[in-house]
């Protein structure tokens, strides 16, 4: 078991990308806390989006706490973690995850947008990150930080001109945080998922031929799926990456070297 009785933090834990972290690291022995900002998916059955989640990883035999909260509010990270102490006694990994991307054309794109972009994606990943980090360094024991950055960090989007610059903040920001919080023994890192199938994408993609392009300017031939970038995350911060930190790893189907 990679996080054998690890207390892993995942933000935007209730769905997509961070719920699929939240059981990949059940899976592997992990006691889970799991932020969220609104439950009102009910893809999931009768249950929320978190009642089943939660009720997923206690059935792996591990504990789970569900805490709600908008990550672009400093106190937000502040009271997760505290949660979490109080529930579990230690933070171990942070996934530094939650996201959104609501695609707009730049030229019209309303303050709100733009700035309510940048508040979540990127102070959100800052406040988060910071708020672990403190508490790993009061621990003494080290850490893992791992942010979900995205292949958009290196490459643009004429409908994302408010998130790309969010996600190239949140991989700079591991790659500053790994300088700082090395001589703590806290490791931080970033995934950079590609075009990976999640609702934070699905009115995009339910053009079918965007998805169509998408798809067939990946050299595995399909688009990304949300365990694939959790595999990921758990090896960042499991022992098996004990001297990797300041790094960023593209889960993305080979998409950014595609030129042709
Ligand atoms: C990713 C990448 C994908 C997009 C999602 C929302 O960073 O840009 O193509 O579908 O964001």
Redesign the pocket.
Known sequence: MLLENKVVVVTGGSRGIGRAIALASAREGADVAINYWGDNDRSYGKASAVESIVGEIEALGRRAIAVEGNVAERDTGIELIARTVDAFGHVDVLSSNAGI?P?HAFLDMPASVYETTVAVNLNGAFYVTQAAANQMKTQGTGGAIVATS???ALVG?GM?TH??PT?AGVHSLMQSCAIALGPYGIRCNSVM????A?D??AD??SDTDKRAY?EQRIPLGRLGEPDDVAQCVVFLASDRARYVTGASLLVDGGLFVNLQ
Not at 193 to 196: D, K, Q, V
């Open positions: 991307c695609f995205s292949i958009s989007g994302q998130y790309t996600k998922p590609g075009t990976i999640t934070l994408n995009d993609l998408m």
